[in-house]
């Protein structure tokens, strides 16, 4: 009987796992269950360290979605996830109106929570924490960029922004066939522009200061630094082969 270690490092070879022994399979199986509990340990203690450093990243550039890139077409995607929660139902309700929160808003059973639908989260949570913004469109936005590209790429870019940054990044990308291009700040106020679209959706103008004020005071939003991280599940010396992956 092969040790565990050893046990653990072998490649299954599902052809032959009927062969063996119900005694050497239950070994074969604890010896890959460790393994996994302790590499989840080193994974959780590398995500860890680049959890720290997304959160250095997003604050020093002031936005809220990044990228880190590995050295083998592996990436990691920086994002800040964001948790909303409304405080007082009933004040929120006052000033948003019973209409539109009965329609975008569903109160669960039990222990009180609230269901947001999405867009109309996504404009809540920017009016709460202020990513938005009404002073320029996308259309400046792209022309102040310092891109190089011709009028069917404007176009082409204009129509497909989104306002998602790893949808957004990969378009660029693709579309000005610059795979390493870096557009973060470009991006962020393309995310701001897009939510102020979708605060106009659903909020007056008329009186709009006044409303996010106090509407702040019912409702909050926690941010914190997300990762995710993609590679290649084949890596090799002259280029990548195989599926993006993620973990």
Do not use: H
């Not at 046990?7 to 604890?30: G, H, N, P, Y």
């Not at 947001?116 to 989260?121: G, I, L, T, W």
């Not at 290649?232 to 990548?240: H, K, L, P, Q, T």
Request: glycine share 4%.
């Amino acid at each position: 009987m092969e040790n565990r270690k050893t046990l653990a490092d072998r490649e299954i070879d599902v052809t032959k796992l009927q062969e063996m022994e119900t005694a050497e399979l239950v070994e074969f199986a604890a010896a890959k269950d460790r393994k996994a509990k302790e590499t989840a340990v080193e994974l959780d203690i590398l995500k860890a360290e680049l959890q720290r450093r997304a959160e250095n990243e997003l604050e020093e550039k002031n936005v809220k979605f990044t990228e880190f890139f590995g050295k083998v077409n592996s990436y990691v995607n920086v994002s800040c996830a964001q948790k909303l929660e409304i405080l007082n139902m009933p004040m929120v309700r006052k000033l948003l109106g019973e209409a539109l929160l009965r329609d975008k808003v569903t109160e669960k059973p039990a222990e009180v929570k609230y269901d947001v639908e999405k867009k109309f989260k996504q404009a809540l949570i920017a009016v709460v924490t202020g990513d938005y913004d009404n002073e320029f469109t996308v259309e400046q936005v792209i022309d102040g960029a310092g891109w190089r590209m011709d009028t069917r790429q404007r176009s082409l870019i204009l129509k497909k922004l989104k306002g998602e940054y790893a949808k957004d990044i990969a378009m660029l990308r693709n579309t000005l066939g610059n795979p390493v291009l870096e557009a973060d700040e470009e991006l962020y106020y393309v995310y701001k522009i897009k939510n102020w679209e979708l605060v106009r959706a659903f909020f007056p103008t008329e009186g709009f200061g006044e409303a996010a004020a106090e509407l702040k005071k019912y409702v909050t939003v926690d941010e914190t630094p997300r990762i995710e991280l993609k590679y290649s599940r084949e890596a090799v010396d002259d280029g990548i082969k195989g599926d993006t992956g993620a973990a």
